[in-house]
C-alpha cells in the first residue's frame, strides 16, 4: 500500500456499492472483483469521480451524490406519451422497462409510467436520474497512471 492519493492521474482499485435512499443496493462490486479504472476513463461519472480525489488506498468513505452530480435531475422532455396501438399484444404494467429501436437502429430503454386507454407515458430519462445515491466505497489501490 502507498501513500499516493487519488487525483488525474492515477489508476484506482476500489469495492463500491450504490445505494438508493431507502437503502436498496442498485449496483455493488462486493460479491465480485474489485473496479479498477483510470481516473477520467469515463468509466465513473465526474461527481463520483470528484468524491474520491484525495483518498488512499484503506481508505472507507459513504458519500451522497446530488442527482446534479450523478445521474442528472431528469428531463421532462424525456417523458413520451407513445399510442398504446404501438406495443401490440404486451401485458403493459407499470414499472415495466421496455426496449425501443432509436431512430439509428440502435437500442433506447423506457420505464412504463403511467398506462392510459389510448396512450403509454414512458420514461426515458436514465432510471437513477433524479436521485441522491450513496455511494459507498473501499479503496483498496492507487498507482501512478
Do not use: Y
Amino acid at each position: 500500500m502507498t501513500d499516493l492519493r487519488i487525483n488525474h492521474d492515477t489508476l484506482v482499485t476500489l469495492h463500491f456499492t450504490l445505494k438508493l435512499p431507502n437503502g436498496d443496493v442498485v449496483d455493488t462490486t462486493l460479491d465480485k472483483q474489485p473496479a479498477t479504472f483510470k481516473v477520467g476513463d469515463g468509466s465513473l461519472l465526474p461527481g463520483f469521480e470528484q468524491a474520491l480525489f484525495g483518498l488512499k488506498a484503506g481508505d472507507k468513505r459513504s458519500f451522497e451524490i446530488e442527482p446534479e452530480r450523478g445521474f442528472g435531475p431528469g428531463n421532462p422532455q424525456n417523458l413520451q406519451n407513445i399510442s398504446r396501438d404501438q406495443f401490440d399484444e404486451m401485458e403493459l404494467e407499470e414499472g415495466l422497462l421496455v426496449i425501443f429501436q432509436d431512430a439509428a437502429g440502435g437500442e433506447l430503454p423506457g420505464v412504463v409510467k403511467t398506462i392510459h386507454e389510448t396512450v403509454v407515458e414512458v420514461d426515458f430519462n436514465h432510471p437513477l436520474a433524479g436521485k441522491i445515491i450513496t455511494f459507498d466505497v473501499e479503496i483498496i489501490d492507487v498507482q501512478a497512471a
